[in-house]
């Protein structure tokens, strides 16, 4: 089985940062697409960052030049730093990769379980 799992999570105050970090293990032949997504309450999950293999990235409007997304290859590692954290930035946020288990095999998408961020004086 394949596991995506999230940590560095936690309580921070506005203005302060975090580094999100999500381990890929498992029978893993290669890893494509991997993002950051967050879901706050009541509300649906969206995008935060997806950074393409190569190294490519995207972010969403309220992100950029706040988070950088980046990722180990080697590792099979991704990870975000939050800077100048904003209340509006609470909620649990979850990595995503799209890989394919076997060198034949159909590419499929991954899920973490989700670490909470709160941000908040």
């Known amino acids: 089985q394949v596991q995506l799992v999230e940590s560095g999570g936690g309580l921070v105050q506005p203005g302060e940062s975090l580094r999100l970090s999500c381990g890929a293990t498992g029978r893993i032949f290669r890893i494509y697409d991997m993002g950051w997504y967050r879901q706050a309450p009541g509300k649906q999950r969206d995008v935060v960052a997806v950074i393409t293999r190569d190294g490519s990235t995207n972010y969403a409007d309220s992100v950029k030049g706040r988070f950088t997304i980046s990722r180990d290859n080697a590792k099979n590692t991704v990870h975000l730093q939050m800077n100048s954290l904003k209340p509006e930035d609470t909620a649990v946020y979850y990595c995503?990769?799209?890989?394919?288990?076997?060198?034949?095999?159909?590419?499929?998408?991954?899920w973490g379980q989700g670490t909470q961020v709160t941000v908040s004086s």
């Open positions: 995503k990769g799209n890989l394919r288990r076997t060198p034949g095999g159909i590419t499929n998408d991954y």
